[in-house]
């Protein structure tokens, strides 16, 4: 039977064979996570996607959500669906089990959100927000706060946003204009107009709990001036009962392309003055606690489109496995399955060798946030490397991701462009991966302008270090020593080119022009760590053969070794191109008068 959502070997040699997850379990934080138990959650988070939320997919966007007179209704399949995550823990496994949560590592919970995005994202979008608010106030909350809203939040019995965006604010947070007075108890009045909240208002959730970003009177103009307060939907009893509705309503809800069983709301604050917050850690910091939950859903937005481009390749798989049409060129004359074809197998290829590579990224980054938790030394290495791999994961996956559902339709031909089949809608959702959250154009921005600079440089070059780990790795193997050198390569380049974009950003006259590759640059560094999670997928997968894999394991392991070859081969043999593109740039699209463009 054809596998859905994600291949289950595959994960299995990402959480045991590449990250070795359950050496985790030797540590008292994760002591009771060995392979057994983490096998077992895996199993279960897959039962859960595939029987319960699968089935709610192609419903929930059918229906959509309706707008009632301010009140939301979501499709209604997905209210049995979101008890069994409530039931299950599911919203928030890897954290403290004294709020609400299971306190697993982050790797083997990121196994189980690529399963429950992948059985339906626009659900499991409301999860993972709620998880991210709930985050929040665990970090930056006063007791009171957390004894207030952790638990319920982290149970699902009570959702959570976050209110960034308004009309006139979107990318430029500090030109917000919502507004908080403080009053005479400590609490704040809030007032002003949020627009493309996701689950802002929902049917699914008892009370609903708003991160609001707002200036408070006389604070500094521009992001240093801005805070972050709760509001939530319903005001909390000191016994924990819900009490009055607060004045923060929805006044209508987006109609979109793609993920229709997400309401994406806009909501107004205050419009009967009544709007009551209270301050979620220090005035006039709210935008660096923001961005702590900002940088959360960034990888958010890399493991939903993970789980898209994976659904989308597993489908195009067993379409080019089953169906028949046209003989092979110089063949017996009778019809083949397509994935005989030369270009179909290019096309799965291609599939294979990005979500390969997207996987063991995601994963990787969690199991750096699970070696911060465990470390006695390396923490600051280890933020380091997400940190510079964040912008990676969320811009350069994101646009891989839609790529390859783009190609999955393409497997399908004709089919794959109607509803008859999955492939439209996969590539529908995924689509916003690479707008909210920071646009990618804003994640090759932080990439080029914040992250290669940071401590002179010091994110790059641990970044580089890990990559020579494996690249001295391959080289003591056989077949996978010729792509460490190419690798090798490719990161020295990178290397000068990152010199020569750090010097030219200190050059008034030369920033901006070289701000006009930053895109470029995310593009050709992401392939260079796709490159290396496939060099170091392929190196382990030629000594798994060269020590006895068993049979029914060959095929899968000769598959890592060739999707790192066929990588090397295409994409990695344009990063050299693209960077000496980037390092000659001029910046011509400065240089173009705005009329012509032309279109008047």
């Known amino acids: 039977m054809a596998q859905v959502i994600a291949d289950k070997r595959d994960v299995d040699f990402v959480l045991h064979e590449q990250l070795h997850v359950d050496a985790l379990s030797q540590h008292p934080e994760f002591a009771e996570f060995n392979r057994k138990v983490v096998d077992m959650i895996v199993t279960e988070a897959r039962g859960l996607a595939v029987k319960e939320m699968l089935p709610t997919l192609r419903p929930g966007d059918e229906e959509g959500c309706v707008f009632d007179q301010g009140a939301v209704h979501t499709p209604a399949s997905f209210k049995r669906a979101w008890r069994l995550l409530q039931d299950g823990e599911w919203l928030a496994p890897a954290r403290d089990p004294r709020w609400g949560g299971q306190g697993m590592p982050e790797t083997v919970a ?54 960034l965006t308004e009309p006139d604010a979107g990318s430029d947070l500090g030109a917000l204009t919502t507004s908080a007075v403080k009053n005479d108890d400590g609490s704040y009045s809030i007032s002003g107009n949020k627009i493309f909240i996701s689950s802002g208002e929902q049917d699914l959730t008892e009370n609903i709990i708003h991160p609001v970003l707002a200036r408070i009177d006389g604070a500094p103009a521009g992001s240093r001036g801005v805070s972050l307060f709760l509001v939530p939907k319903y005001h909390v009893n000191p016994d924990g009962s819900l009490g009055e509705r607060n004045d923060v309503f929805c006044t209508g809800i987006e109609h979109k392309m793609g993920i229709n069983g997400s309401p994406t709301c806009s909501m107004a604050l205050g419009g009967k003055g009544r709007c009551i917050g209270t301050l979620l850690g220090q005035e006039n910091r709210g935008l660096a606690a923001m961005f702590v939950m900002m940088n959360e859903e ?57 979500v390969d590579g997207m996987r063991s990224l995601l994963y ?59 492939m439209e809608q996969l590539l529908r959702d995924v689509r916003i991966c690479g707008i909210y959250e920071g646009t990618n154009g804003i994640q090759a921005l932080d990439l080029m302008t ?36 190419r690798l090798d390569a490719c990161l020295n380049d990178l290397a000068d080119s990152v010199s020569q974009i750090r010097e030219r950003l200190t050059r008034p006259d030369e920033r901006l022009r070289v701000m006009v590759a930053a895109s470029p640059f995310l ?67 400065l240089d173009i008068p705005e009329d012509a463009f032309g279109g008047k």
């Open 110 to 163: 990121m196994a189980t959100r690529e399963y429950l995005s992948g059985g339906n994202m626009a659900l499991f979008l409301c999860a993972a927000l709620t998880h991210g608010a709930a985050h929040l106030i665990e970090i930056f909350g006063s007791e009171s706060q957390k004894q207030t809203y952790l638990e319920k939040m982290y149970q699902g019995r009570w959702s959570g946003t976050m209110l």
């Open 298 to 354: 960034r990888l958010m937005c890399g493991w939903q489109s993970l789980a898209n481009a994976s659904s989308a390749y597993l489908h195009a798989l067993d379409y080019a496995r089953t169906r028949v049409q046209s003989a092979l060129p110089g063949g017996d004359g009778k019809p083949v399955a397509i994935i005989n074809h030369a270009d179909v197998r290019r096309m799965l290829l291609n599939m294979k060798t990005y």
């Open 364 to 422: 990787f980054i969690a199991y750096c946030e699970d070696r911060k938790r465990i470390s006695t030394g390396d923490e600051e290495h280890y933020q380091h490397l997400i940190d510079i791999l964040i912008p990676v994961a969320k811009g350069y996956v994101s646009d891989r991701a839609v790529d390859v559902c783009n190609t999955g339709v393409q497997v399908f031909g004709g089919y794959g462009y109607t509803r008859e089949y999955p």
């Open 450 to 485: 914040r992250k290669i600079t940071l401590d002179d440089g010091a994110l790059f070059a641990e970044l580089s270090e890990e990559i020579r780990k494996t690249i001295a790795m391959a080289r003591e193997t056989s077949r996978s020593a010729f792509l460490a050198e």
């Open 523 to 589: 593009e050709a560094t992401g392939d260079l760590v796709m490159g290396w999670m496939l060099l170091w997928r392929a190196t382990l997968a030629e000594r798994a053969l060269a020590t006895g894999a068993r049979k029914k394991d060959a095929a899968f392991y000769t598959g890592q070794i060739l999707a790192a070859e066929h990588f090397t081969e295409t994409a990695m043999a344009m990063i050299t191109t693209r960077l000496q593109v980037i390092r000659e740039s001029r910046g011509i699209a």
